[in-house]
Antibody, heavy 119, light 107 residues
Framework: EVQLVQSGAEVKKPEESLRISCKGS????????ISWVRQMPGKGLEWMGM????????KYSPSFQGHVTISADKSIDTAYVQWSSLKASDTAKYYC????????????WGQGTLVTVSS | DIQMTQSPSTLSASVGDRVTITCRAS??????LAWYQQKPGKAPKVLIYKASGLESGVPSRFTGSGSGTEFTLTISSLQPDDFATYYCQQYNTSPYTFGQGTKLEIK
């Protein structure tokens, strides 16, 4: 069974750093791209960017470029998104999702990681 | 960026109804469009890919159609489990943008 299991909820203060994770199982992790999607409270879905775990090639949405870093460690089948300096506006639920090729639908999703940033 | 516009934003319907949700793209995306269903507190789930392909395990009452800039998702006979929020997404061109969502409510 294909699974993407994300790390647990986080509560952070503004300007703190954070890295959340997404571990794939049940499939060849390096054969699928991983995208990250943000959902702010009560709002819709926003695509942040994606990574090819086979070579760590990344592509970002202009809206998120420079504010987050997406990475992957194919040796442990895990992708990450990290922030070096959180803002209150980063409060959201973050999902990872896999897709077979760079332009493909997202056929499996993680359960989401809720990030709360508050002083 | 390609803008995706869904209508309506909210739809009230009853069990057994046939409903249609529309998604318009700001430029031609051929058929590189997916539809997702999301229930409160849960991750989205793909229903339709490449505009009209039914994802494995998804009931046949869900139908997608369209190409270019206009797409529709039709649910032929609403079931209680179908009341949720639906999103379209284009994956023709990065950034892969979503529609704003359509909340399907029980009338």
């Amino acid at each position: 069974e294909v699974q993407l299991v994300q790390s647990g909820a986080e509560v952070k203060k503004p300007e703190e750093s954070l890295r959340i994770s997404c571990k794939g199982s049940g499939y060849s992790f390096s054969s699928y791209w991983i995208s990250w999607v943000r959902q702010m409270p009560g709002k819709g879905l926003e695509w942040m960017g994606m990574i090819d775990p086979s070579d760590s090639y990344t592509k970002y949405s202009p809206s998120f470029q420079g504010h987050v870093t997406i990475s992957a460690d194919k040796s442990i089948d895990t992708a990450y998104v990290q922030w070096s300096s959180l803002k209150a506006s980063d409060t959201a639920k973050y999902y990872c999702a896999r897709h077979e090729i760079v332009s493909s639908h997202f056929d499996s999703w993680g359960q989401g990681t809720l990030v709360t940033v508050s002083s | 960026d390609i803008q995706m516009t869904q209508s309506p934003s909210t739809l009230s319907a009853s069990v057994g109804d046939r409903v249609t949700i529309t998604c318009r793209a700001s430029q031609n995306i051929v058929t590189w469009l997916a539809w997702y269903q999301q229930k409160p507190g849960k991750a989205p789930k793909v229903l339709i890919y490449k505009a009209s392909g039914l994802e494995s395990g998804v009931p046949s009452r869900f139908t997608g159609s369209g190409s270019g800039t206009e797409f529709t998702l039709t649910i032929s006979s609403l079931q209680p489990d179908d009341f949720a929020t639906y999103y379209c997404q284009q994956y023709n061109t990065s950034p892969y943008t979503f529609g704003q969502g359509t909340k399907l409510e029980i009338k």
